[in-house]
């Protein structure tokens, strides 16, 4: 199985300014076939759903705000979140879809400084 | 706008069988375009993927090894809905459960698979006495 692991699990920020979450993966989740990187990041809210941000490591789900940023490939991944809104408060992860089974990191939690 | 309406109760006992339900609309659980998905997610094991179903000339299902000898997923084409049931259950099952559809698009001969866009609203099942 592949094996996802952010950093750092809980990060405070205040308003305005970055947050930056890391997500390593034990494997390669480059697919060489179609050089697409198989990681999404979702947001988590208090009783809701994870919501998807970013598929392909780097493409935003429509209506996602642009402060969210994707990078990384293979298996080093990173999102940011270039200006920290109240609205933003919430547990993110990493995902992996290129195998089976599919896994989650553990979750990173972003709060307000 | 693809909607998914999750169905089933919410507390179960020791060593009976977990049954939910996920109604789709928007889409088709017959697609060849989408694989329909069991996630569930507790304090212990985070988000775990437990199994999909999907469409490709016949129906498959793919399940998580965790789960394997209990867990079955099975569409209905007649309701346009899928379901999970997981039997033998202990309180370790105890969780959110989630059903989610992930995209499936083809380039050539390659099937890519996409990540999970979109997600019930979450079942919390009680495993209990």
């Known amino acids: 199985d592949i094996v996802l692991t952010q950093s750092p699990d809980s990060l405070a920020v205040s308003l305005g300014e970055r947050a930056t979450i890391n997500c390593k993966s034990s494997q390669n989740v480059l697919y060489s076939s179609n050089n697409k990187n198989y990681l999404a990041w979702y947001q988590q809210k208090p009783g809701q759903p994870p919501q998807l941000l970013i598929y392909?490591?780097?493409t935003r789900e429509s209506g996602v705000p642009d402060r969210f940023r994707g990078s990384g490939s293979g298996t080093d991944f990173t999102l940011t979140i270039s200006s920290l809104q109240a609205e933003d408060v919430a547990v993110y992860y990493c995902h992996q879809y290129h195998s089976t089974p599919r896994t989650f990191g553990q979750g990173t939690k972003v709060e307000i400084k | 706008q693809i909607q998914l309406q999750q169905s089933g109760p919410g507390l179960v006992k020791p060593s009976q069988t977990l049954s939910l339900t996920c109604g789709i609309s928007g889409d088709s659980v017959s697609s060849n375009n989408a694989a329909w998905n069991w996630i569930r997610q507790s304090p212990s094991r985070g988000l775990e993927w437990l199994g999909r179903t999907y469409h490709k000339a016949r129906y498959y299902s793919d399940y998580s090894e965790s789960v394997k000898s209990r867990i079955t997923i099975n569409p209905d084409t007649s309701k346009n809905q899928f379901s999970l049931q997981l039997s033998s259950v202990t309180p370790e099952d105890t969780a959110v459960y989630y059903c989610?559809?992930?995209?499936?698009?083809?380039?050539?001969?390659?099937?890519?698979?996409?990540?999970?866009?979109?997600w019930g609203q979450g079942t919390l099942v009680t495993v209990s006495s």
């Open positions: 989610a559809r992930s995209p499936v698009s083809k380039a050539g001969l390659l099937h890519i698979w996409g990540p999970f866009d979109n």
């Open positions: 392909w490591a780097s």
